[in-house]
T-cell receptor, first 115, second 115 residues
Framework: GAVVSQHPSWVICKSGTSVKIECRSL??????MFWYRQFPKQSLMLMAT?????????EQGVEKDKFLINHASLTLSTLTVTSAHPEDSSFYIC???????????FGAGTRLSVL | GENVEQHPSTLSVQEGDSAVIKCTYS??????FPWYKQELGKRPQLIID???NVGEKKDQRIAVTLNKTAKHFSLHITETQPEDSAVYFC???WGSGGGADGLTFGKGTHLIIQP
């Protein structure tokens, strides 16, 4: 099946620093990738939709200047959490949409801890 | 936007019995309804999905039913086994391929299989 690679799997950073998370589709082209956030014991909440070659679309309440998304190629999208604060600590998961089947495949997630 | 309600939040069943999880959605334009299984700290895994032109779909011990008129869909697991213990999420979206938009998730059901 389709594979989506997400790195890093776990990151600890100091408050005020920036963290970049990568999401790659390994064996298919993904014109669309999605970024979700999941707090402990809660559901996944869509943060933004990342389209290759264009600006990301952010969900209501998600700060676009804080969560920078770049989708420079058909296999790579990055999420940068800028000036991270402890309240940004969460599990961030990407998914990539296979342009042929239309199905979404999830990355393994990144656990961000901001001290 | 879409809103997905999921019940129950916790479900405990005896091994070998059946489990049913129910979801309702609000947007009549939604036409793709996947179910995901997520183990602690891991990525969601697609276990079954259904499109709006189908009323029921079955895959071995797992089945999903969809009632478009009532805007609800259900996951049925028969002959439950200990390895079925996990958190299950329903989701809804629209798109010809099954995932043009990001997924709107239910809050999840923690399924516990009692030995």
């Amino acid at each position: 099946g389709a594979v989506v690679s997400q790195h890093p799997s776990w990151v600890i950073c100091k408050s005020g620093t920036s963290v970049k998370i990568e999401c790659r589709s390994l064996d298919f082209q993904a014109t669309t990738m999605f970024w979700y956030r999941q707090f402990p014991k809660q559901s996944l909440m869509l943060m933004a939709t990342s389209n290759e070659g264009s600006k990301a679309t952010y969900e209501q309440g998600v700060e676009k200047d804080k969560f920078l998304i770049n989708h420079a190629s058909l296999t790579l999208s990055t999420l940068t959490v800028t000036s991270a604060h402890p309240e940004d600590s969460s599990f961030y998961i990407c998914s990539a949409r296979d342009g042929t089947s239309g199905l979404q495949y999830f990355g393994a997630g990144t656990r961000l801890s901001v001290l | 936007g879409e809103n997905v309600e999921q019940h129950p939040s916790t479900l405990s069943v005896q091994e070998g019995d059946s489990a049913v999880i129910k979801c309702t959605y609000s947007d009549s334009a939604s036409n793709y309804f996947p179910w995901y299984k997520q183990e602690l700290g891991k990525r969601p895994q697609l276990i079954i999905d259904i499109r709006s032109n189908v009323g029921e779909k079955k895959d071995q011990r797992i089945a999903v039913t969809l009632n478009k008129t009532a805007k609800h869909f259900s996951l049925h697991i028969t002959e439950t086994q200990p390895e079925d213990s996990a958190v299950y999420f329903c989701a809804a979206t629209w798109g010809s391929g099954g995932g043009a938009d990001g997924l709107t998730f239910g809050k999840g059901t923690h399924l516990i299989i009692q030995p």
